[in-house]
């Protein structure tokens, strides 16, 4: 009888440590799709606010290079736009708009 509950816990001990182990595995495993699931996220959020600052950054541009002078507050705005579309990875034409922008006076 000895024999069979010592038995009975080895193969409890045993059984629990397998579960733990799975639910360990498990749980990291879960842990590293989440955090894939929410980088990618974050990728397509940077490239959609990116996006959307380059529209609006050329429409500023072509609005005010045809007036020929820009308010200040708008040239406010250009320049806050610019900076977070610089430091989400833009560049490329809107770096030469925003030499232009410079350009103009402000009124």
């Not at 590293?32 to 950054?57: M, Y």
Request: glycine fraction near 6%; aromatic fraction near 12%; include cysteine.
């Amino acid at each position: 009888m000895n024999y069979f509950i010592t038995g009975a816990v080895s193969f409890t001990v045993g059984l629990l440590s397998f579960m733990v182990q799975q639910l360990y595995k498990d749980n990291k495993r879960l842990r590293e799709n989440r955090k894939h699931a929410n980088t990618t996220k974050e990728s397509a959020i940077k490239e959609a606010i990116c996006c959307l600052l380059r529209v609006q950054l050329i429409q500023y541009h072509d609005k005010y290079i045809e007036l020929g002078e820009i308010p200040s507050y708008a040239y406010q705005n250009w320049t806050m736009m610019y900076e977070a579309y610089h430091d989400l990875g833009g560049n490329g034409m809107i770096t030469k708009m925003d030499e232009e922008i410079k350009k103009l006076p402000i009124k």
